[in-house]
C-alpha cells in the first residue's frame, strides 16, 4: 500500500530550463510535506517543506505547491542546473504521528548542459 | 551546523556477530531517527526517539535494538541479522516531532554475510 507515489522514475531536463517533479499521496491525515535530494553514497538533503495549510512555499530556486483536493503536490526548480542532477524523494508526515515520514520512491532528475 | 554524523561508514557482519551502529547530533534536536534504505527503494522508518524516549517502533524485529544514551546520541545495535538485513541504514534528528524538517547522516552501509 504506497501511500505517497511519484510516478515518474526519472526526469530529463536542460540546463537553464524548469524541472518539475510531481508526488500524489492517498492519505488525507498527511499535514507536513517535504522534498528531500539524495546524491549516490550520500543521506538526502532536506530542500524545501510545506505545511497542510498552505498551497505553496518558496526557497531561491524551488518552489512547492500543494493541491490537497487533488491529493498533489510538486517540485519546480527554476533556473535547473546540472548539480541539481539527484534522486528526489516527497516524504508526508501523517498527523500527530510522532515525526513518522513516509517516502515516495523517487525520481532521478538528470540536468543536462 | 546542520550535521549528523554516522560511524563506521561501511560494516561487514556474520550472522552470529554482535555489532553497533552510532549517530550523533549537536544541534540540539530532541528526536532523532533511524531508517533503513535498500537498493532503488524509499528511506523506511524503523525507530523514533523523542527526549530520549523511545516513541515509535515500527515492528522492526528484535534483532534490531536501539538506544539513546543523551540527547546527541543514538545507537543501533544489531545482533544475529540476516542477509535479507544488508542495507543502508540511515540517521536522522530534527528539532522535535511536529512541523520540523528531518536531517540526515551519510549512513552505514551494512552488508551481513
Known amino acids: 500500500d504506497q501511500q505517497v507515489k511519484q510516478n515518474s522514475p526519472s526526469l530529463s531536463v536542460q540546463e537553464g530550463r524548469i524541472s518539475i517533479l510531481n508526488c500524489d499521496y492517498t492519505?488525507?491525515?498527511?499535514?507536513?510535506f517535504l522534498w528531500y535530494k539524495k546524491y549516490p553514497a550520500e543521506g538526502p538533503t532536506f530542500l524545501i517543506s510545506?505545511?497542510?495549510?498552505?498551497d505553496k512555499n518558496e526557497d531561491g530556486r524551488f518552489t512547492v505547491f500543494l493541491n490537497k483536493s487533488a491529493k498533489h503536490l510538486s517540485l519546480h526548480i527554476v533556473p535547473s542546473q546540472p548539480g541539481d542532477s539527484a534522486v528526489y524523494f516527497c516524504?508526508?508526515?501523517?498527523?500527530?504521528?510522532?515525526?513518522?515520514?513516509?517516502f515516495g520512491q523517487g525520481t532521478e532528475l538528470s540536468v543536462k548542459p | 551546523d546542520t550535521e549528523v554524523t554516522q560511524t563506521p561508514k561501511h560494516l561487514v557482519m556474520g550472522m552470529t556477530n554482535k555489532k553497533s551502529l552510532k549517530c550523533e547530533q549537536h544541534m540540539g534536536h530532541r528526536a532523532m531517527y533511524w531508517y533503513k534504505q535498500k537498493a532503488k527503494k524509499p528511506p523506511e522508518l524503523m525507530f523514533v526517539y523523542s527526549y530520549e524516549k523511545l516513541s515509535i517502533n515500527e515492528s522492526v524485529p528484535s534483532r534490531f535494538s536501539p538506544e539513546c544514551p543523551n540527547s546527541s546520541l543514538l545507537n543501533l545495535h544489531l545482533h544475529a541479522l540476516q542477509p535479507e538485513d544488508s542495507a543502508l541504514y540511515l540517521c536522522a534528528s530534527s528539532q522535535g516531532t511536529g512541523f520540523y524538517e528531518q536531517y540526515f547522516g551519510p549512513g552505514t552501509r551494512l552488508t551481513v554475510t
Open positions: 516524504a508526508a508526515s501523517p498527523y500527530n504521528q510522532g515525526g513518522k515520514l513516509i
Open positions: 510545506i505545511s497542510s495549510i498552505k
Open positions: 492519505n488525507s491525515m498527511f499535514d507536513y
